[in-house]
Each structure stands twice: as C-alpha cells, then as structure tokens.
C-alpha cells in the first residue's frame, strides 16, 4: 500500500496525553502508547476532528513556508470565496485585496470561478442513466478518502470530476501561459481552509500531480492580512476586480447546499459533518435507499465554513457568504475569461478512478483474516464494552482487533486487570506498569498523594 | 464462522441489522468490495420479505474462506409457485399496493442477480426457506 500524505501532524512535546483525538476519530486511526497519540497513516483521512478537539492545541497542520513566494517572479494566490467572510462586515473587500497584493501576489483567483464549468459536466453525469445512483461529489477530500478507507464498496458512485481549486488552476497556467508568462515564473497558491485539501494537494487521489505550487493556511494569511489592514501599511487598490468575478451560485458552492442548489433536476441530498455522513453512508451500503440521484457531502460542520483553518466562527462565516451572494453584483458568466475557456477545461475535467483502500480488513491473507475475526470476536464478547479509552485504544473492539494483529495485550483491559488482580494471576505492580506503558510515567506518579494531602 | 439472528415480522425499523452485520464481517475478511455489496443488498431483501410477509423468522449465515452461505427460515405464508415469484415482474401485490411503488415483483430476481446460487423451498400457510451462496 502506497503512503498517504497528511497534513496532520502531532508537537509530542506539547501533548499531555489526553486521548481526546482517540475518542472523537471517525476512523479510529488514533490510539495512546507511552502517554502520547499514535496515528495509522492508513486509516486517517484528514478531517481535522481531531484538530478541533485538542484542547493544548498539540496538533497542527503543515503548510509551505509563506517567503516561498517570493521565489516565483509571477506569484498567484488561489483563494477560496470564505475568505473575505472571515473578517468583520466593517473591513471591505477592498481592503483585503489591496492587502494580498501588498504581500506581493501579482493576482487574486477566487478558487470558485470554474463552478459554471464545474456545473456543465455535474449536470451531463447526473442525466446519464448509466451512471452508478447515488453519484456522490468528490469535492471534499475529507470525504474521498472515508470513503476509500471505511467504505470502500462506494467508490463506484464517486463522481470523477476535478474540484474547482483544480479547474481554476488549471485555468491560471493556460491563460497566463497565452499570455506570455513564461511556466516557471508562475507559482500558484492555495490557501486551504482544512486540512484535508492539503493533503489532497500533495497527495492527489485519482490524479498525478497537482497543478498547485504551495499551500498556505487560512488562518495564517487571515492574521497576516488583517494585521497589514490595521497598520494600514498598505496602497488601496482602485480596482477590486479579482473579486467580483463571481456568479451567486458560485459563492454558495462552498456551503452546506451548494453544489445540490445547482441540480436542477432530480433527489438530492447535501449532509455536512462527518459523523452525520458515516452514519449515511453506512445505511446507504446497507440497504436499496430510495432513489437518490446525488450526494452532496461534506466532512465540517457548515461546510468549508467550519474548515478547521478558518478564522472566523463558522456560522458568522456562513452568514456572511451567504448575505455576499445576495447582495453581490457580479459580472455575467458569459463574460467571464474562464468561461471562455470551457472546453479545454472540459477537456482535463476528468479524474481517474478511486480505489478501495479498506481499513477494516485485518489480513491479506482470507484465512489469516478468518482465524483473526474469529478470536477478535472471541475476545470482544469478554471486554466489558464500556470504551473507556484506557487501554489507549477508541473501543473495545478496536482493541481486540489490536491484540489479534500483535499489536496490544489483553493485560490493557483495566477490568481484566482488576480480575487478574484479584485471581492473584496479577500483582498490582504489574498492573501499574501495563498503565504505564498506555499512558507514560507522569500520569502514574506516587508524588501525586503528597502534592494533594490525600490520607 | 457461525451466526444466527431474529427477524420479527412486522419491524420494518430493525431490518437490515443481519446485513448490517454481515457486512462488517466481509469487510474484516477483505472480501471484495463488489461480492459484499451484491450480498448485502440480497439479504437486505431478503430480511425485509420476511419482515414484510411472515411472522417471524431465523436467519443462519455461515462464513468461510471462500464463499458465504445463508439460510433465511421464516413462518408464515409461503410461496404458492415459486418459478412464477421468481419471474421479473410478477407480483400478487393489490393495486393498491402497487400504487404506493411497493409489490414491483421485484424482491425475488433481484436476489436472484445478485447471488452466486439462489434456491427456495415453500410450503404455503407454513413458511419459505431461502437459501443462498456467493462465492468470493
């Protein structure tokens, strides 16, 4: 199996061990070893659950160093449409943009101008009736990968077309290039509002490589922008152009709804927050779901509003999108330079299959696999099925799943213990080293009597 | 490996636990993600005939190396002709039924296609055996 790239990354030193990222995982990629997390690069899909929960801020999400910029004598910023809905209603458009290019980008792409390209080929794929029903979008990675890893059945009903971030870069190469920008001096990037679009850009699914040269965090250009509007060290720009290129329908696309609002025809359903989409999912590999023509899903709550990497609060971000749509004067489509693009970007809209990556699997081998589930099974029915948590692993099943791949003891189970304690087959001694080896020294400190007075 | 679950006739809310289950085993196994599906909506279908028609019954699933085997027993009103049920298309559903989208006659050919080795034994006011096998 390939390695996956994740944008997720742990600061050990900072981490006290508080197994919060182990019980909120969708996935279950995370378990406690020596008091700190350990993730399975097979399981996690990047949706920044764990992120949010983390209450010592111990996990962080990578991004390219912002100076590398500076190496491109063309530098081009592809920006999601959410970005001007993170600041306050008083700081305008007009502000924030004159302040990218402060930074030093030569443009501004708003990354949803290709929705109406995007919309064309939606559209073909939904009335063709030999397409596999549900189609479900492949606009949120977070939700890709899920469904390779914990549903890998679903592959088939993926809709294999580029997201916009995709298409539009794909437009800024061509047309700078038509221009007379020489290819090396262009240097696309993205800002990405989650963590899962950047691992999609370093690792794309169904593709090669990506037409993007660096990723910058939202949250971090947010700071560094508004810090520039508050010294105010930066010339107002006359022309605010590079954002108002955008029709209403691709200023929604972003939030919860967006890409079925462009369906005009059809059952259409749009699920947001990944728990909420598991338990879909779940069901609809279960049983013959009436009919449903498309899948609109999405991993965060809000949609990209509640990406991990935004700055503001999701339902602010979400109401202040939807208030630009309305009021927004935006040239027409037709107009649009992209649009005039169409068909070459009609022609590179396709992406190649997913494949299955199942997580569940417990050996290559079917009899191995056989032999495993068996005693998994086995040993489940003797856990106490209360997932506590403290034998480091999400359940009890993940940990009978561990201990039949040699990588767990049933000795972690607490209430084992206290039966093997009590049967004599166990000294406390024991116990309090097992403890130890989940959960580090410190948290297993006799000191702690003394500090706290206890008689 | 060997498992056995309950089907009440009438709980349409609980149908869907066997396959449910059944389809977190094939997963573990690393079964192919295009034989899980095929046996999952079979005995999706399957559990809800038997919530839909009978009384009760008893579901038996035997899992192997290379193939999975299940037995669906019910207690109820059974099959009068098999070979006409097991037609597209036929149904003894009402008209009324059929108006609310149910009784397609479908319920049958769609295991049929989507089993390796179907077979049902009836016996009318008793009950329906049905037995199927897909292979991995």
């Not at chain 1, 279950?28 to 996690?44: F, M």
């Not at chain 1, 390209?117 to 492949?138: D, G």
């Not at chain 2, 809310?13 to 396959?19: E, P, R």
Request: aromatic share 8%.
């Amino acid at each position: 199996m390939e390695d996956f790239h994740h944008a997720l990354k742990f600061k050990y030193e900072l981490c006290i061990g508080c197994s919060h990222c182990t019980g909120i995982c969708p996935t279950g990629a995370i378990h406690v070893k020596n008091g700190k997390p350990n993730l399975n690069p097979n399981r996690c899909i990047d949706c920044g659950k764990c992120y949010s929960v983390c209450p010592v801020s111990a996990i962080y999400i990578e991004q390219d160093d912002f100076n590398t910029i500076y190496n491109y004598a063309y530098p081009i910023l592809l920006l999601p449409s959410i970005f001007s809905a993170q600041f306050q209603e008083r700081i305008s458009n007009r502000a924030i943009l004159s302040s990218l290019y402060h930074l030093g980008f030569k443009q501004v792409f708003e990354v949803e101008r290709s929705v109406p390209v995007i919309k064309e080929k939606m559209a073909e794929i939904t009335k063709n009736e030999f397409t596999e029903k549900p189609i479900i979008s492949t606009f949120c990675p977070a939700i890709v990968r899920l469904i390779q890893v914990k549903f890998p059945s679903l592959v088939g009903n993926l809709c294999l077309i580029k997201p916009p971030l995709d298409v539009t870069a794909l437009y800024i190469k061509k047309s700078l290039i038509d221009q007379g920008v020489k290819e090396e001096d262009i240097g696309i990037f993205y800002v990405a509002p989650c963590a899962a679009k950047i691992a999609a850009v370093k690792s794309p699914v169904g593709e090669d490589e990506s037409k993007v040269d660096g990723v910058i965090n939202m949250n971090y250009l947010y700071n560094k922008v508004l810090r520039v509007i508050k010294q105010g060290e930066y010339k107002l720009i006359d022309n605010e152009q590079d954002f108002h290129t955008l029709c209403k329908e691709s200023l929604l696309w972003a939030l919860t709804g967006g890409e079925i609002n462009l369906l005009k025809h059809g059952r259409n359903l749009a699920i947001d927050e990944i728990h909420n989409v598991s338990q879909f999912l779940d069901k609809l590999e279960n049983e013959d779901l009436d009919a449903i023509d498309f899948l609109e899903l999405r991993a965060c709550d809000e949609s990209c509003a509640g990406g991990i990497l935004c700055a503001g609060n999701r339902f602010l971000v979400a109401e202040r999108q939807r208030k630009r749509a309305q009021n927004h004067v935006h040239t027409h489509n037709d107009n649009d330079a992209l649009v005039k693009e169409k068909q070459y970007l009609l022609e590179h809209i396709k992406v190649g299959e997913v494949q299955p990556r199942s997580m569940d699997k417990l050996d290559d081998n079917i009899s191995v696999a056989m032999r495993k589930m068996k005693r998994s099974f086995e040993i489940n029915t003797h856990l106490p099925q209360v997932d506590c948590r403290i034998c480091g692993y999400q359940t009890c099943k993940e940990l009978a799943n561990a201990i039949v791949n040699n990588e767990a003891e049933l000795q972690q189970c607490i209430f084992i213990q206290r039966i093997l304690e009590h049967t004599d087959k166990m000294t406390t001694g024991e116990a309090v080293k097992i403890t130890k080896s989940i959960w580090g020294e410190a948290k297993i400190d006799k000191d702690v009597i003394k500090s706290l007075k206890i008689e | 490996m060997n498992f056995t679950f309950n089907v009440e006739g009438g709980d349409f809310t609980n149908a869907g636990a066997a396959s449910s289950h059944v389809k977190k085993m094939m997963k573990q196994l690393g079964v192919d993600a295009g034989i899980v599906k095929r046996t999952v909506v079979a005995l999706y279908e399957a559990e809800v005939n038997v919530v839909a028609h009978a009384f009760r019954g008893v579901i038996t699933v035997d899992i192997e190396e290379d193939k999975i085997y299940v037995k669906l027993e019910d207690e109820g009103p059974g099959i009068p002709d098999i070979s006409q049920a097991m037609q597209k298309g036929f149904s003894t559903a009402s008209p009324k039924v059929r108006e609310m989208g149910f009784g397609a006659g479908m319920g049958l050919p769609n295991m049929q296609s989507n089993t390796d080795n179907l077979v049902v034994n009836s016996e009318v006011g008793k009950g329906t055996i049905v037995e199927f096998t897909n292979y991995f």
